[in-house]
């Protein structure tokens, strides 16, 4: 399976909002309902942040939110934090992880 | 609240064998699709097999088969990874991860180091 393609990076202010995409194919992002997004901060292990396209766990913010058009999904944070500098992966079914995106909070 | 804890890891030489274990808690480990991901050093994750609850339904992605063997042992709560013929490649953290469904890895351990070099 070769891997969902993420911007290698993307950065913003706080406050602000940020956009990241993961970039498929018809037979996995634009075939299923079924993309995840998980964030990892250096040396911990990752932790589901959407699922489903765009539903979130119990405990995840809401300016966290998860949408996809065609082959392509995305992760918009709102209201940027610093506590959101991390790195953040897509996933979609079956078991095909992206390339991953670090955000940085300028 | 569910736990999983890997062990196993370690430094070991190119072509050998390492056994990782996987031990869960905190919920219900046989009704759970079980999971390895891999990452190595600045790199990004990578699935590496998963099995169903009964341990009868088994996938691996195509750069570990016939290498790797993914297995549990429900009684014992426990999900193990046997890797053999080691190469400088397999050289990463090893997560195990509970699967929700289609691919939504909803509980991940702490993960143990592999290093393989000689």
């Known amino acids: 399976q070769s891997a969902l393609t993420q911007p290698r990076s993307v950065s913003g202010s706080p406050g602000q909002s940020v956009t990241i995409s993961c970039t498929g194919t018809?037979?996995?992002?634009?075939?299923?309902?079924?993309v995840s997004w998980y964030q990892q901060y250096p040396g911990r292990a990752p932790k589901l942040l959407i699922f489903?396209?765009?539903k979130r766990p119990s405990g995840v913010p809401d300016r966290f939110s998860g949408s996809k058009s065609g082959n392509t999904a995305s992760l918009t944070i709102a209201g940027l934090q610093a506590e959101d500098e991390a790195d953040y992966y897509c996933?979609?079914?079956?078991?095909?992880f992206g390339t991953g995106t670090q955000v940085t909070v300028l | 609240e569910g736990q999983l804890v890997e062990s196993g890891g370690g430094l070991v030489q190119p072509g050998e064998s390492l056994r990782l274990s996987c031990a869960a808690s905190?919920?219900?480990?046989?009704?759970?699709?079980m999971n390895w991901v891999r990452q190595a050093p600045g790199k990004g994750l990578e699935w590496l097999a998963n099995v169903n609850q009964h341990g009868t339904v088994i996938n691996y992605v195509d750069s570990v088969k016939g290498r790797f063997t993914i297995s549990r042992d429900n009684s014992q709560n426990s999900l193990y990874l046997q890797m053999n013929s080691l190469r400088a490649e397999d050289s990463a953290v090893y997560y195990c991860?509970?699967?929700?469904?289609?691919?939504?890895?909803?509980?991940w351990g702490r993960g143990t180091l592999v290093t393989v070099s000689s």
């Open positions: 905190g919920f219900t480990f046989s009704n759970s699709w």
């Open positions: 018809s037979n996995n992002v634009g075939r299923y309902n079924y």
């Open positions: 991860a509970t699967d929700k469904a289609y691919s939504t890895f909803d509980l």
């Open positions: 489903d396209v765009n």
């Open positions: 996933c979609s079914y079956a078991v095909t």
